[in-house]
């Protein structure tokens, strides 16, 4: 792993860059004739030149003519003038064109670095026609602009798509409306490209959408119709920035990438030739040597994948981010993200090169995260997770199905679920106790999307980071609505009478026990009322006990269209009932128990033709027991029986002395 891995040298990585460029560059040497070093695709096509660049010289590309005037120019560069542009008609028509000049460095001896612009063409018809060409049908993204306001003059297809705007929506924009520059450095830029002081710029870009791209910009002046435009070509690098910008000032930045960065050849036998270490560690190769000799085949872990990846990459020239599963030299299974470019060597043989990303651990904890989400989807309860910052980042399918969509923020999340009084109680004890203990567990509620309050049993756990901050907060609700029905069904049926609805005795002795404390505190009085059905016996006799029962359900539904909310209504046994009365003198007792026996005497309980009941009315006192105000209702209901049945009687006061009770009703 420690022996020296051969890469391309800067020269060479730097004709890999500008090889893809969409305008023409050479490299010309000093000597005489300006033998050529190295020429570009673009260059190549401009001139018809297919051999490799060392079998031609500039001077036999220059029309005779203008030959002196381009060695002048030439003999002009000084450090006070670092670049000089010429105009040139081609040697053996070819296309006039226009050279950016500048000395340089290549290879380790003194050279000139030309870029190469068309030049004027002969007829208004050919000009359009090259325009179209270079501008308009051009898929390299394209911008022609005033360089005296920056308005955005024409853009290319390819622009339209890029930026997200149509045609007329760019030519209405500035160039500063997209260039994220100030309005003066863009200015500063401009001017620079049109004076040819520099033609290569890095900005960042805004698209339509409000996405900020990063983009290598390529600007210079041109000439239409008599005015002067600047032709800029924008090449999107975002994605590429990280691992391409510097690639040309320091060659060492290959070697120290994370990511895998690979050259190889195209050939059945295909195999790297140029690797940096990440790529060793990668495939698990114990020297460069060793990957070297490795067939790519060999390397993928499916023969469809290799086929279809390098399909795709023969057909459109570059493969972005392709996942692919891949063989290390030891046989164990590597997810990886893949980059690749297909580009012609300087012999003329295409091959590939790109970037390769172990995604192993990524790939292993989204599949962990794909079924801890599975599973909570698949739970009944509503699970959410919050981050430390107070954003929800989940919630499963259960709490999507019943809450709908949360907001983000967890104030406005719990505003959204919870009614006001479970909300409070979460902020003010859940999630505090949650985040000092750990967990916090009680009964709340949410609302679910009709508005309606559903109980549920809600659990708050805190997570904390190795270093004791907090990581995140997850609550774990269960819909205990059927419990709740149950339970107040079960409740309901060991406080009431089964037949009548009414509550029962033991129901009733409870709630008197809580109401008679309450009189206490506040100094209320307390009535009570004692009534049963005349002769009830008879209508068992005569109708039978189904009506007997139908009778005692109606009598219930009658007496409690006549009672408050607070009153309690019991059956005390058989066909007689005790009435509780919070907050009611023995008059208004005395009141509502005549309205009672005038309502029940008056309704309808066919087939029995009448009906009517006897009351006896008392006030319990405050130190009074409960077993002799009983003693009180009872004589005073045994006395409306004594007097003709069908009316109320009132309670002798509590102290006085009773006669024996009557044995007839």
């Not at 050479?26 to 001139?47: C, D, H, K, T």
């Not at 872990?301 to 057909?315: T, Y």
Request: proline letters at 5%; one cysteine or more.
């Amino acid at each position: 792993m420690n022996e020296p891995i051969s890469v391309a040298s800067t020269d060479e990585d730097l004709g890999c860059l500008v090889e893809g460029l969409p305008m023409p560059v050479m490299v010309a040497g000093s000597q005489p004739g300006w033998p050529l070093l190295y020429i570009n695709g673009e260059a190549r096509r401009l001139f018809r030149l297919a051999g490799r660049a060392e079998e031609s010289d500039l001077a036999s590309l220059i029309d005779p003519a203008d030959v002196a005037c381009f060695e002048a120019e030439l003999a002009s560069l000084s450090h006070d003038r670092l670049q000089v542009r010429v105009a040139c008609r081609a040697a053996q028509g070819r296309p006039p064109f226009d050279a950016i000049m500048r000395k340089a460095r290549w290879q380790g001896q003194d050279a000139w670095l030309l870029t190469l612009m068309p030049g004027e063409q002969p007829t208004c018809g050919e000009r359009e026609s090259f325009y179209q060409q270079m501008f308009t049908t051009n898929p390299a993204i394209k911008l022609l602009i005033d360089p005296a306001t920056g308005a955005i003059i024409d853009a290319n297809a390819a622009a339209e798509a890029f930026y997200g705007y149509t045609l007329d929506a760019l030519k209405r924009l500035k160039i500063t409306d997209i260039n994220c520059l100030s309005s003066q450095e863009v200015r500063v830029r401009m001017a620079e490209a049109k004076a040819c002081e520099q033609l290569f710029f890095e900005f960042r870009h805004r698209l339509a959408s409000g996405e900020v791209r990063d983009v290598h910009v390529y600007s210079g002046p041109v000439t239409l119709a008599g005015r002067e435009y600047l032709h800029s070509i924008i090449v999107d690098v975002t994605d590429e920035k990280r691992y391409y910008t510097r690639l040309e000032v320091y060659n060492d930045l290959f070697h120290k990438l994370p990511v895998g960065v690979y050259r190889n050849t195209t050939q059945p036998e295909a195999r790297f030739t140029a690797a940096n270490p990440a790529m060793l560690s990668i495939f698990e190769a114990h020297s460069p040597q060793a990957l070297f000799e490795a067939k790519l085949s060999s390397l993928y872990a499916s023969a469809e994948q290799l086929e279809a990846f390098l399909g795709d990459l023969e057909r459109d020239g570059a493969v972005s981010r392709r996942p692919l599963q891949l063989l290390t030299l030891n046989g164990r299974l590597v997810h990886a993200e893949v980059t690749a470019f297909r580009q012609l060597a300087e012999d003329g043989t295409v091959e590939f090169s790109g970037i390769v990303e172990d995604v192993t651990a990524r790939y292993a904890a989204q599949v962990n995260r794909d079924r801890l989400t599975h599973l909570l989807d698949a739970s009944p309860d509503i699970v959410s997770i919050t981050d430390a910052e107070q954003r929800v980042v989940y919630l499963n399918k259960a709490g999507r199905k019943l809450l709908g969509e949360l907001p983000e923020a967890l104030t406005l999340s719990l505003e959204q679920t919870h009614p006001p009084w479970a909300r409070r109680i979460i902020e003010e004890q859940g999630i505090p106790h949650a985040i000092e203990h750990g967990y916090w567990y009680a009964e709340t509620a949410v609302l679910s999307r009709d508005g309606s309050e559903v109980p549920v049993s809600q659990l708050i756990v805190s997570r904390r980071t190795e270093r004791g901050e907090l990581d995140c907060i997850a609550t774990i609700m269960r819909d205990i609505s059927q419990a709740k029905r149950y339970q107040a069904e079960l409740e309901f049926h060991a406080g009431h009478d089964p037949l009548t609805g009414a509550v029962n005795r033991n129901r009733f002795l409870a709630v008197l026990a809580q109401e008679r404390a309450e009189a206490r505190r506040n100094g209320h009085s307390l009535s009570l009322v004692m009534f049963d059905i005349d002769r009830f016996k008879r209508v068992n006799d005569t109708f039978g006990h189904s009506i007997g029962d139908m009778v005692l359900s109606r009598l219930v539904q009658t007496c409690r269209g006549l009672l408050r909310e607070v009153d309690v209504l019991a059956r005390w046994g058989g066909e007689e009932f005790m009435l509780l009365l919070p907050d009611t003198p023995l008059e208004g007792g005395e009141i509502l128990a005549e309205k009672l026996r005038r309502a029940i005497e008056e309704a309808d309980f066919f087939p029995v033709p009448t009906l009517t009941c006897s009351f006896g009315v008392a006030e319990l006192a405050a130190e009074e027991s409960e077993a002799r105000c009983y003693k009180r209702l009872d004589e005073a209901l045994y006395r409306a029986k004594a007097e003709g049945r069908n009316r109320v009687c009132m309670a002798e006061p509590a102290g006085f002395s009773d006669s024996p009770p009557g044995k007839s009703r």
